[in-house]
């Protein structure tokens, strides 16, 4: 499971600090569905099909007699038993990029993704085989949003005074 808050962004602390408690909450709210919560955006966002090699990701990498790109024979066992003797195709599930979701509590949004093995993939463990294929970890793409994150957030706020202002 991969799981973060927010700390140590002093332009986006800025920016939260900006806004009264309850508008507050109401930004981060937006700045997280925009990082976790739309389709096809930020951190649901999956990279093109592509096919590498194990032995292209790691190379020589067994003591025990495995071929290339397996860590051991046992590993190359339960591969060939788990694709049916390398035939079957691997099939993308989309469970890492639908598995991103926020929660609310005590006035902080934690983004997290509780699909096992996310942190394999996006995290800070990610393999070598998942960066070749072009998946990125999860804190560049956070960094690589920020700004429209924040812009998503400000136009929500805004959208949210034009209605109360309306109200009135």
């Excluded at 790691?58 to 495995?66: C, Q, R």
């Excluded at 998946?135 to 700004?147: F, G, S």
Aim: aromatic letters at 14%; a positive charge.
């Amino acid at each position: 499971m991969i799981r973060f808050r927010v700390n140590g962004l002093e332009d986006l602390k800025k920016f939260f600090n900006s806004f009264g408690r309850g508008w507050k909450i109401r930004a981060m709210r937006a700045w997280a569905y925009y990082m976790a919560g739309r389709d096809s955006e930020a951190l649901r966002k999956e990279p093109p099909e592509k096919f590498v090699t194990r032995k292209h990701a790691y190379g020589k990498v067994s003591k025990d007699g495995a071929p290339d790109g397996y860590f051991s024979l046992r590993q190359f066992r339960y591969v060939a038993w788990k694709t049916e003797g390398f035939t079957k195709k691997h099939q993308r599930t989309h469970g890492i990029s639908t598995g991103w979701a926020y929660r609310e509590s005590g006035g902080r949004v934690m983004i997290y993704n509780p699909i096992p093995g996310a942190e394999y993939v996006v995290g800070d463990k990610q393999s070598a085989h998942e960066r070749l294929v072009g998946w990125r970890k999860w804190r560049k793409v956070i960094a690589d949003n920020m700004t429209g994150a924040t812009r998503y957030a400000q136009k929500e706020i805004d959208r949210l005074i034009k209605e109360l202002q309306k109200k009135q």
